[in-house]
């Protein structure tokens, strides 16, 4: 079963726009992982956010972690053209042992 | 480094034939992990092992699925016999340590299955 399901399902955006992505989920958590998935290849890892932090930064990317809410948020600033993908946040499985991915925003960004 | 290398990239194959899938897993890894993907159920986990011990495959949807990790750098994904519902991309996975959330996975570039 899913743990995280991300919202919106698709985004459509402008290249230099922002774009944000929403994850929630229905149990506690340890870290919250977010992935890229490039067309025909396999997802790459992003960033992990730790159950005690709220707010973490990599390059462009800028994750915000909210345990009371049970949701998550990737967002991208100043989009290029290559972060069209689809991207999914991830979480842990009930034995705390593997990962459990939702279905995924499919971002596409236009120039 | 290679990472994970994943053959075939496609298979085509018709309903009833045995498919094997392969995966090598980037060295030094200790947890592997097999995927499935569909547009109408996402990525979903079937299988994982720590240290070449299946951990969980309450994820493999039927006896028709087999995974083997006879070694550290090699794990096969076995249909038998396929039917076209299994068709899908299947996606080999690997970390350094086993503990769901705490560690990176690093996917390999998938293998499409088509079962005609």
């Known amino acids: 079963s899913q743990q995280g399901e991300e919202d919106p399902q698709a985004l459509s955006i402008q290249e230099g726009e922002n774009a944000t992505m929403n994850c929630s989920y229905k149990?506690?958590?340890?870290?919250l992982q977010w992935y890229r998935q490039n067309s025909g290849r396999g997802l790459v890892h992003l960033i992990l956010?730790?159950?005690?932090?709220r707010e973490k930064h990599s390059g462009r990317l800028r994750v915000t972690l909210d345990t009371s809410k049970k949701s998550s948020s990737l967002l991208i600033t100043a989009s290029r053209a290559a972060d069209t993908a689809s991207y999914f946040c991830?979480?842990?499985?009930?034995?705390?042992?593997?990962?459990?991915f939702g279905k995924g925003t499919t971002l596409s960004v236009s120039s | 480094d290679a990472g994970v290398i994943q053959s075939p990239r496609h298979e085509v194959t018709e309903m009833g034939q045995e498919v094997t899938l392969r995966c090598k897993p980037i060295s030094g890894h200790n947890s592997l992990f097999w995927y499935r993907q569909t547009m109408m159920r996402g990525l979903e986990l079937l299988i994982y092992f720590n240290n070449n011990v299946p951990i969980d495959d309450s994820g493999m949807p039927e006896d028709r699925f087999s995974a083997k990790m006879p070694n550290a750098s090699f794990s096969t994904l076995k249909i038998q016999p396929s039917e076209p519902r299994d068709s899908a991309v299947y996606f080999c996975?690997?970390?350094?340590?086993?503990?769901?959330?705490?560690?990176?996975?690093?996917f390999g570039p998938g293998t499409r299955l088509t079962v005609l």
């Open positions: 991830a979480t842990d499985n009930q034995a705390g042992t593997a990962l459990i």
């Open positions: 956010i730790r159950s005690n932090e």
């Open positions: 996975a690997s970390s350094k340590l086993a503990g769901g959330s705490y560690n990176e996975q690093f």
């Open positions: 149990t506690s958590i340890n870290n």
